[in-house]
T-cell receptor, first 113, second 115 residues
Framework: AQTVTQSQPEMSVQEAETVTLSCTYD???????LFWYKQPPSRQMILVIR??????QNATENRFSVNFQKAAKSFSLKISDSQLGDAAMYFC??????????FGAGTRLTVKP | GAGVSQSPRYKVAKRGQDVALRCDPI?????LFWYQQALGQGPEFLTY????????KSGLPSDRFFAERPEGSVSTLKIQRTQQEDSAVYLC?????????????FGPGTRLTVL
């Protein structure tokens, strides 16, 4: 079974600094997709970034980038130049070729002014 | 519409009551997903539709849970004889293509509290 683990229940970062959120997953598949979603207090999940496992290049979206280590089954999210609006729950998610997207338990990110 | 919408945003039910939760996906989106999110946890998959066909309901926790999407757009998640353990946020998501690995867009959720 595929599982997703986020080992950091809470993280804190100073505004304008950089923070990295960790995610590991367990799978026997070779071709799959990974996502980071952000869930602000308003509760609406917003896609931050996605990575296709067959791509070696790490995905980047403005201040957000990932460090995808396929062999280690690791998919961390780096947020650069953190902003107050980045404060939220962040969920790492995995999907293979089925209907079941698996989420980690989430990391609550606090941004200090 | 601009995004996935869900109604009601909040629902309080007495134990044993039936509830119906509505999801309006993004217009034209073929795939629709329901998730249950317990407090402090990540979402867990409940069921999946491709147009009006319910292709996977393996995540539904019991036969008290029922979902439909009769015309391939709006979907309703119904919970019969609600129990306290049903209290959670119910999230709906939709995606455009038939490729299941594409990005899912989430609604704001319905927070269900069963007393």
């Amino acid at each position: 079974a595929q599982t997703v683990t986020q080992s950091q229940p809470e993280m804190s970062v100073q505004e304008a600094e950089t923070v990295t959120l960790s995610c590991t997953y367990d799978t026997s598949e070779s071709d799959y997709y990974l996502f980071w979603y952000k869930q602000p207090p308003s509760r609406q999940m917003i896609l931050v970034i996605r990575q296709e496992a067959y791509k070696q290049q790490n995905a980047t979206e403005n201040r957000f980038s990932v460090n995808f280590q396929k062999a280690a089954k690791s998919f961390s999210l780096k947020i650069s130049d953190s902003q107050l609006g980045d404060a939220a729950m962040y969920f790492c998610a995995y999907i293979y070729n089925n209907n079941d997207m698996r989420f980690g338990a989430g990391t609550r990110l606090t941004v200090k002014p | 519409g601009a995004g996935v919408s869900q109604s009601p945003r909040y629902k309080v039910a007495k134990r044993g009551q039936d509830v119906a939760l509505r999801c309006d996906p993004i217009s034209g989106h073929v795939s629709l997903f329901w998730y249950q999110q317990a407090l402090g946890q990540g979402p867990e998959f409940l069921t999946y539709f491709q147009n009006e066909a319910q292709l996977d309901k393996s995540g539904l926790p019991s036969d008290r849970f029922f979902a439909e999407r009769p015309e391939g757009s709006v979907s309703t998640l119904k919970i019969q004889r609600t129990q306290q353990e049903d209290s959670a946020v119910y999230l709906c998501a939709s995606s455009l293509p038939l490729v299941l690995t594409d990005t899912q867009y989430f609604g704001p959720g319905t927070r269900l509290t069963v007393l």
